[in-house]
């Protein structure tokens, strides 16, 4: 026997299935698209911070000052947000230029990267090692790199549409001549010309640099016996404060007054913390106990 149904009834089923599914940031990732052209050894991988989950975050306080603003509609104040809605969302751009290559070449074509359509645009080794990211997007970019590496000017190379059908070319001789400087003299006569670029740093060099030492961009905080040094938001004139410095609570530090708060009596917080239905901070135990060597 078979049974037929409607491509509608067909949505609906698998919609409802989709929202019963366990989510999280990768998840997101990579059912929409940006996790297949991060790779590491050829395996689509996460990328680093959980741009997803922090995007849904931003969305949810655009959602919420949308429903203040607009209080006499009622459809405003119902909020209803997804990670793969805002997965969607953040690869719109690249989700339409796959739509626009086919529409162009007949067949759907995606970039090994989103620099890949732009020789010379990207991240290039130095001779000391270090890796240095050049911005390179107009023909303008490309004269000033030229002129700051001393690469002899190439008529057949004056245009974008011109290196792109010369890429591998582009690519070595780009690749060779950031090679033959270490990074701070690159840095140096690329900044002298008005060349786009800066270090490509790894996560434990990030907050070193004097652009991040700068006033208000992070704050120092303990916790319990351990030091950090934080990005605040990137709205010091609006969340500056003297709580900036604050550590945040323990895990279960703020049960009793909240549940004081919420009407409970002590009898009755202590018999909830007894049983296990809450949970109280230890501010005795360690945070994070490493397991014991075994002989």
């Known amino acids: 026997m078979f049974i037929l149904r409607s ?100 067949r759907p074509e995606q970039e090994p990267s989103a620099e890949f359509s732009i020789p010379g645009y990207g991240s290039y080794e130095t001779s000391d090692g270090r890796w240095i990211y050049l911005v390179m997007l107009t023909d303008d970019h490309w004269r000033k790199f030229c002129a700051a590496t001393a690469i002899e000017s190439n008529p057949d190379h004056a245009t974008l549409r011109q290196r792109r059908r010369a890429r591998p070319e582009i690519e070595a001789l780009v690749a060779d001549r950031v090679r033959a400087y270490s990074y701070d003299d690159l840095a140096r006569t690329l900044a002298d010309k008005g060349v786009g670029h800066t270090e490509v740093l790894s996560l434990d060099r990030v907050l070193d640099v004097p652009q991040a030492q700068a006033p208000g961009k992070c704050s120092d905080f303990t916790f319990k016996d351990y030091d950090f040094h934080t990005p605040d938001l990137p709205l010091p004139n609006l969340t500056r404060s003297e709580d900036m410095s604050k550590a945040p609570p323990l895990l279960g530090e703020d049960t009793r007054s909240i549940l004081n708060m919420l009407g409970y009596d002590e009898a009755a917080i202590t018999a909830l913390l007894d049983a296990g239905a809450a949970r109280s901070a230890d501010s005795d135990a360690a945070l994070w106990a490493l397991p014991e060597k075994t002989a």
């Open 7 to 106: 491509s509608l009834a067909w949505f609906y089923e698998e919609t409802f299935r989709w929202g019963q599914e366990v989510a999280s940031n990768p998840i997101a990732e990579a059912a929409t698209g940006v996790m297949y052209s991060n790779r590491i050894d050829g395996r689509p991988s996460r990328l680093g911070p959980s741009y997803h989950d922090q995007f849904a975050d931003c969305y949810a306080v655009i959602a919420v000052l949308s429903a203040l603003l607009n209080r006499s509609d009622p459809a405003k104040r119902d909020i209803e947000l997804g990670l793969y809605e805002t997965g969607l969302h953040i690869a719109a751009r690249d989700l339409l230029g796959v739509q626009l290559k086919s529409h162009l070449l007949g």
